[in-house]
């Protein structure tokens, strides 16, 4: 099994960046794509971003052009550089590991961003 632990959220004025960052632990060798999710009150978990075992990502659309997502196989470490913060951020981000058919989630982490 892998475990995942994100750090990083809080607080930030629109226009403003939040680094986040997940470490995973356990049955890392298995990890292949590593990725960011994202819950608002009121809505379903979306992906945010996503980045395969080559390094490749992949972003949506309302992120696109202002979020970086990054990762290191040495550390087992993945990370979400978030620029150009808007209110419509505002969500419990989620760190995601697939590993094999299983999916494993981090514990989340709050990000505010007021206008």
């Known amino acids: 099994q892998v475990q995942l632990v994100e750090s990083g959220g809080g607080l930030v004025q629109a226009g403003g960046s939040l680094r986040l960052s997940c470490a995973a632990s356990?049955?890392?060798?298995?990890?292949?794509?590593m990725g960011w999710y994202r819950q608002a009150p009121g809505h379903e978990r979306e992906g945010v971003a996503v980045?395969?075992?080559?390094?490749?990502?992949y972003y949506s659309d309302s992120v696109q052009g202002r979020f970086t997502i990054s990762r290191d196989n040495a550390t087992n470490t993945v990370s979400l550089q978030m620029n150009s913060l808007k209110p419509e951020d505002t969500a419990v981000y989620y760190c995601?590991?697939?590993?094999?058919?299983?999916?494993?989630w981090g514990q989340g982490t709050q990000v505010t961003v007021s206008s």
């Open positions: 995601n590991a697939v590993c094999g058919e299983y999916f494993s």
């Open positions: 980045i395969n075992s080559g390094g490749t990502p």
């Open positions: 356990g049955d890392t060798n298995c990890i292949s794509a």
